[in-house]
């Protein structure tokens, strides 16, 4: 099991950047699978970068161009950059840890208590 701890949410406004961290404590970070999800008032969790043990990047939908994860294995951090953000991008941020790469939340075991990300018009 392993503690996950988000960071660097915020309000922007729309065209800007925001990096967000998780960092991880309590298990072996570089053996686990690492995913980032979001969920915006009223509407379900939904996926948006993973990164596996070995490194293999995947995103959700409409989430490449923009979106871009990526780990620090000596730092047992989890990173998502996100650039040229929209309104349509608020949502609360999650990150989460699983023993297998997958776009679905029900296979991540292990969860942060999430970020906010609000970008303003």
């Known amino acids: 099991q ?3 701890v988000e960071s ?5 406004q729309a065209g800007a950047s925001l990096r967000l961290s998780c ?4 298990g072996t970070f570089r053996n686990y699978n690492m995913g980032w999800f979001r ?4 509407k379900e969790r939904e996926f948006v970068a993973g990164i596996g ?4 990047k ?3 939908d409409f989430m490449k161009d923009r979106f871009t994860i990526s ?6 951090t989890v990173y998502l ?10 949502a609360v941020y999650y990150c989460a840890a699983g023993v297998r790469t997958s776009f679905t939340s029900n296979e991540y075991t292990d969860w942060g208590q999430g970020t906010q990300v609000t970008v303003s018009s």
């Open 2 to 4: 392993v503690q996950l």
């Open 8 to 12: 660097g949410g915020g309000l922007v």
């Open 23 to 26: 960092a991880a404590t309590g």
């Open 39 to 42: 969920q915006a008032p009223g």
């Open 53 to 56: 043990a070995s490194g293999v």
């Open 58 to 60: 995947y995103y959700g």
């Open 71 to 76: 780990r620090d294995n000596a730092k047992s």
């Open 81 to 90: 950059q996100m650039n040229s953000l929209k309104p349509e991008d608020t």
